[in-house]
């Protein structure tokens, strides 16, 4: 258990829809981040949150937002969904801003069927 | 652009040595390497990570030569459970998080 929590594990919806995936990073962590993987892709980088503020983006679709609580989780939002969103959606922790030594603690994923 | 290479997969059988290498060229002065280990439907989970010579824990090893353009992991004596995607990362500017890349598929084989 790498103590990041995602949820839902599997979410099934329409095209044109829009769906909101959670994240609770590791305890202490600050960093948050938000992998996107396809069939047969490797990890896409979408975007990085450090205490509250973005850090780093990715190729993160302008479909697509994210955000990071008071409380540290964070949350991807993901509308005007096509088939192709269709994917499984990582959540990372790490204990600082992401410097290269930081080791990422990643959650079970969001697997997105989009219909 | 992709900051390492590696090979896309690998075959081997249980009991042998896998070594994974990596090459990465444009590494900067302070960029550690780390591989992560992914199964399917998993997130990727952390094996080792190194800056020079050699780290070793009780997972793997990480061979760094002096010019740190490349990096090997060596998995010792692999079973069934090792057959996974592994990952080779280095630091990329500011944030090294940016590309996994496609990673090594390494099947291992009765």
């Given at each position: 258990?790498?103590?990041v929590?995602?949820t839902?594990?599997?979410?099934?919806?329409a095209?044109?829809?829009?769906?909101?995936?959670?994240c609770?990073?590791r305890?202490g962590?600050?960093s948050?981040?938000?992998?996107?993987?396809?069939?047969?892709?490797?990890?896409?980088?979408l975007?990085?949150y450090?205490?509250?503020?973005?850090?780093?983006?990715g190729?993160?679709?302008?479909?697509?937002?994210?955000?990071?609580?008071?409380?540290?989780?964070?949350?991807l939002?993901l509308?005007?969904?096509?088939?192709?969103?269709s994917?499984?959606?990582?959540?990372?922790?790490?204990?600082?801003?992401?410097?290269?030594?930081?080791?990422?603690f990643?959650?079970?994923?969001?697997?997105?069927?989009?219909? | 652009?992709?900051?390492t290479?590696?090979?896309?997969?690998m075959d081997?059988?249980?009991?042998?040595?896998?070594?994974?290498?990596?090459?990465?060229?444009?590494i900067?002065?302070?960029?550690y390497?780390?591989?992560?280990q992914?199964?399917?439907?998993?997130?990727?989970?952390?094996?080792?990570?190194?800056?020079?010579?050699?780290?070793?824990?009780?997972?793997?090893?990480?061979?760094?030569?002096?010019?740190r353009?490349?990096?090997t992991?060596s998995?010792?004596?692999v079973?069934l459970?090792?057959t996974?995607?592994y990952y080779?990362?280095?630091?990329?500017?500011n944030d090294y998080?940016l590309?996994?890349?496609?990673?090594t598929t390494?099947t291992?084989?009765?």
């Amino acid at each position: 258990d790498s103590g990041v929590t995602q949820t839902p594990k599997h979410l099934i919806t329409a095209t044109g829809q829009r769906v909101t995936l959670r994240c609770s990073p590791r305890s202490g962590d600050l960093s948050v981040y938000w992998y996107q993987q396809s069939l047969d892709q490797g990890l896409q980088f979408l975007i990085q949150y450090y205490n509250g503020e973005e850090r780093a983006k990715g190729n993160i679709l302008e479909r697509f937002s994210a955000q990071q609580f008071p409380d540290l989780h964070s949350e991807l939002n993901l509308s005007s969904l096509e088939l192709g969103d269709s994917a499984l959606y990582f959540c990372a922790s790490s204990v600082g801003q992401g410097a290269t030594n930081e080791k990422l603690f990643f959650g079970s994923g969001t697997q997105l069927s989009v219909l | 652009l992709a900051k390492t290479t590696q090979p896309i997969s690998m075959d081997s059988y249980e009991g042998q040595e896998v070594n994974i290498t990596c090459s990465h060229n444009n590494i900067a002065t302070n960029d550690y390497i780390t591989w992560y280990q992914q199964f399917p439907s998993q997130g990727p989970r952390f094996i080792i990570q190194g800056y020079k010579t050699k780290v070793t824990n009780e997972v793997a090893s990480l061979f760094i030569p002096a010019d740190r353009k490349s990096s090997t992991l060596s998995l010792p004596r692999v079973s069934l459970s090792d057959t996974a995607v592994y990952y080779c990362l280095v630091g990329d500017g500011n944030d090294y998080k940016l590309s996994f890349g496609a990673g090594t598929t390494v099947t291992v084989r009765a």
